[in-house]
T-cell receptor, first 115, second 114 residues
Framework: AQTVTQSQPEMSVQEAETVTLSCTYDTSESDYYLFWYKQPPSRQMILVIRQEAYKQQNATENRFSVNFQKAAKSFSLKISDSQLGDAAMYFCAYRSALGTDKLIFGTGTRLQVFP | NAGVTQTPKFQVLKTGQSMTLQCAQDMNHNSMYWYRQDPGMGLRLIYYSASEGTTDKGEVPNGYNVSRLNKREFSLRLESAAPSQTSVYFC????WGAGTDTQYFGPGTRLTVL
């Protein structure tokens, strides 16, 4: 069975600085998708970025980018120019490319942003 | 475009009571999901419905039943609530099988069982 591990329960960053959130996963599959979701205090789950395992190029979305290391099974999220609105829980998630698109989530990292 | 909606937003039950959480999506998605979120445990899949007319168990199905009423609606029922079911419940949907794989989430229901 696949597992997702987020080893940083909490992180903090100063406004305008850069922070990296870690995620590792375990799978025997070669084709899959990885996601980062943001959950602000409103509880709404918001997709931040997604990565297809067959793509070598790291995904980017504005200030958010990933460092996808397939061999190491690592999928970290880099937030550049951090803003106060980035403060939230961040969840890493895995989805197999086979069968249904069930998501397997990590336990989350709480990000605090200080002015 | 409302996306995924859930009712109610908050609910308090006594042990042994029953209730149904409602979920609806207006994105014409095939697949729908119910997750629960507990502190320190991330989101765990309870049940899912890959398409209208089908439902399957997820990681933590015990104590729950689901109904895929039609393509838009997917309800979660607690027949006899227990304190261990105190959690935040999220419904999600996706257009799986139609070339995209992103799941979209509802705002969640905070359920407390006394």
């Amino acid at each position: 069975a696949q597992t997702v591990t987020q080893s940083q329960p909490e992180m903090s960053v100063q406004e305008a600085e850069t922070v990296t959130l870690s995620c590792t996963y375990d799978t025997s599959e070669s084709d899959y998708y990885l996601f980062w979701y943001k959950q602000p205090p409103s509880r709404q789950m918001i997709l931040v970025i997604r990565q297809e395992a067959y793509k070598q190029q790291n995904a980017t979305e504005n200030r958010f980018s990933v460092n996808f290391q397939k061999a190491a099974k690592s999928f970290s999220l880099k937030i550049s120019d951090s803003q106060l609105g980035d403060a939230a829980m961040y969840f890493c998630a895995y989805r197999s490319a086979l069968g249904t698109d069930k998501l397997i989530f990590g336990t989350g990292t709480r990000l605090q942003v200080f002015p | 475009n409302a996306g995924v909606t859930q009712t109610p937003k908050f609910q308090v039950l006594k042990t042994g009571q029953s209730m149904t959480l409602q979920c609806a999506q207006d994105m014409n998605h095939n697949s729908m999901y119910w997750y629960r979120q507990d502190p320190g445990m991330g989101l765990r899949l309870i049940y899912y419905s890959a398409s209208e007319g089908t439902t399957d168990k997820g990681e933590v199905p015990n104590g729950y039943n689901v109904s895929r009423l039609n393509k838009r609606e997917f309800s979660l029922r607690l027949e006899s609530a227990a304190p261990s079911q105190t959690s935040v419940y999220f419904c999600a949907s996706s257009a799986w099988g139609a070339g995209t794989d992103t799941q979209y989430f509802g705002p969640g229901t905070r359920l407390t069982v006394l």
